[in-house]
């Protein structure tokens, strides 16, 4: 019933900005008819909206993300609790294990870094706030597939987003399968050198006051300094950094809810 209600257009325009958004060197006209099916003469009128408006900018045939859409998402990513609560924990879990630290939130088929603090070392590595890492080879990508999405690895759409980025990287299948059961098992995820050659990184999932993952937080840095034999040791501290986080967000609401 609600169906009637959507605006074609209007939805378009939507797809058009989530496709350009995605694509680093952006996209063009003809790009986006193909990709979209919208017409082209559609698809010419949308955009110049979209460019009226700031959330998308072109330069020369290729159309970017704007300026809008970026305030509009650092808007977003300020106001969230939980990324506000975690900053903290983050800065101490970095100065503590030393690596580079990061909370995620599960997003569409990806897994969203929305706050990142780098390493106090001089060899440090770390993705930006705003990435969108796959979730078959990221360590918080693991979290989420294991702990909200453990019920639905056969779905064809969930293996679409699936990608091999390194020779370690775990498509569909059974090893995949084993992997997430083990996450499950110990209540953390790592990526083995999955996501890039020579990174190890670890995730633990934050839980909200439903008991429900509603984010990781995770280390990552060069596999030279987070040696296999630390990974208990850092599981350690970055499980008790996701507790932390779970409290400073999630207990207010629990009390006001008198549990």
Known sequence: MMVSYVIPNLANACRMIDEISRAEQGLSLSELEQQLAVPRTTAF?????????????????????????????????????????????????????????????????????????????????????????????????????????????????????????????????????????????????TDEQEYHPDVRCLAAPVRDELGQVAAAVGVSAPAILFKKQQIQQIAAQVKQAAIEISLATYRPQLMAMGK
């Not at 305030?71 to 503590?96: F, H």
């Not at 705003?130 to 990508?141: K, Q």
């Open 45 to 189: 009128r949308i955009l110049q909206t979209l460019c009226q408006q700031q959330l998308i900018e072109k330069h020369g045939k290729k159309y970017l993300a704007g300026s809008q859409l970026l305030r509009l998402g650092l808007s977003l990513l300020s106001s969230m609790p939980v990324k506000q609560k975690a900053l903290p924990m983050l800065q101490q879990l970095s100065l503590s294990t030393g690596f580079s630290c990061h909370l995620a939130l599960p997003h569409a088929d990806g897994s969203l870094l929305v706050e990142v603090c780098d390493s106090p070392n001089p060899l440090r590595l770390a993705a930006r706030p705003g990435t969108v890492v796959p979730l078959n080879c990221s360590a918080s990508g693991k979290v989420f597939l294991a702990f909200r999405c453990f019920d639905r690895l056969h779905d064809p759409a969930l293996q679409a987003s699936f990608v091999r980025r390194t020779e370690h990287s775990l498509l569909a299948g059974e090893a995949l399968k084993s992997e997430l059961q083990r996450v499950l098992a110990r209540g953390y995820a």
